[in-house]
């Protein structure tokens, strides 16, 4: 892809061995030609998270080369928003809903890669086709957080309020039933 075909930017929110990063660097520094590069490492999941090999038995662990890494605490959430950004990434990916209204990653859980991320200045991407999470995302977000599969969460939009002193616009998002 060159800038020369109309490709200005391209977004990579989700990839294995952080070899984006490197095209990234790559690009930026002259290497290669190509439009700005934004990538996301593995997702962060958990079990019963859409990235959990347990549901496949032929999984024995966690395989190194999956798109997505088991976090399933807190803790762990925080420690890998911390090698992620070390890494280089420019989002950090949460994979939670898996199907419908349920939200597999906690809530404290959401908010704890929020925090840790925008600390480092790092933005956050979640997978949520609910919902259920894609509030709480937002919630955990201060309105900084992208939700992605959001329209399948229903046709109508509920406004969530950012409270964050960044001054950022709120988040404006699909949700299945809008609190009345």
Known sequence: MRAAWGVTSIAVPGGKWF??????????????????????????????????????PAFEGIPAD????????RDEFIRETRRQCKRGVDLIKVADSTWGDAQTVADDEIAAVVDEAHRHNVKVTIHSR????????????????????GLSAGGRWIRTSGSGASGEADAILPVKDRPR
């Open 66 to 73: 999956t798109a997505g890494v088991l976090c399933n605490t």
């Open 130 to 149: 609910g919902s259920t999470s894609t509030r709480a995302a937002a919630k955990a977000g201060h309105g900084r957080v992208g939700a992605r599969h």
């Open 19 to 56: 070899t984006d990063v490197t095209v990234r660097q790559a690009v930026e520094g002259g290497l290669l030609k190509g439009p700005r590069v934004v990538v996301a490492g593995r997702a962060l999941s958990n079990y019963g998270g859409i990235f959990d090999p347990d549901p496949y």
